[in-house]
């Protein structure tokens, strides 16, 4: 009797604990994944959108999410992960009028990943939208990164960009 008054009181304190560092982190619980399961995000209240371009793009209200899984294997000698990062920045504010870099290279140590963030405001037709690009560095180990794209109108962006980076802060591998 004695033994499973611990085991309950031991699986319980292992809930607890599991809830209360899960609070720390992400607090949303809708995970979006690609279509082979190889990488994915939590995000709530958004929803996935086909686009050939992303393994995954959602959209909500406010805002857009697209993330590309590269796999350094299939670049030339040479190229990095930065390079990655850099020819995404280029590729896209070449496409937009008015660019400004709003915040440079920016780096954010997350469990075991490095996520290196650049941050544009551009305009598209008669709005201004914040472009948050980041390259999700899963370690020396993988050869995978994900380049993790957010758009949203600035005045949104401004006031939730620590949501942002939360949604940043949960993309895994899931292999």
Not at 50 to 71: P, Q, T, W
Request: aromatic share 10%; with cysteine; charged share 30%.
């Amino acid at each position: 009797m004695k033994k499973k008054v611990f085991l309950v009181m031991a699986l319980v304190l292992l809930i607890t604990s599991v809830i209360a560092c899960s609070s720390k982190e992400s607090r949303a619980t809708t995970v979006h994944k690609s279509k082979d399961g190889k990488v994915g995000f939590l995000a709530d209240g958004y929803t996935e959108i086909e686009h050939k371009a992303f393994d995954i793009r959602c959209k909500s209200d406010e805002g857009v999410i697209g993330l590309m899984l590269y796999n350094m294997k299939d670049f030339r000698d040479g190229y990095t992960k930065m390079d990655v990062l850099d020819f995404q920045v280029n590729d896209l504010m070449s496409k937009r009028e008015n660019p400004v870099l709003k915040s440079d290279l920016k780096k954010i140590e997350h469990n075991g990943k490095v996520i290196y963030q650049k941050i544009y405001l551009a305009e598209k037709g008669n709005n201004k939208f914040m472009y948050i690009f980041n390259l999700v560095d899963f370690g020396e180990e993988k050869d995978e990164v994900a380049y993790v794209i957010i758009t949203s109108r600035v005045s949104y962006g401004e006031r939730h960009m620590d949501d942002f980076n939360e949604i940043v802060k949960t993309t895994e591998l899931f292999n």
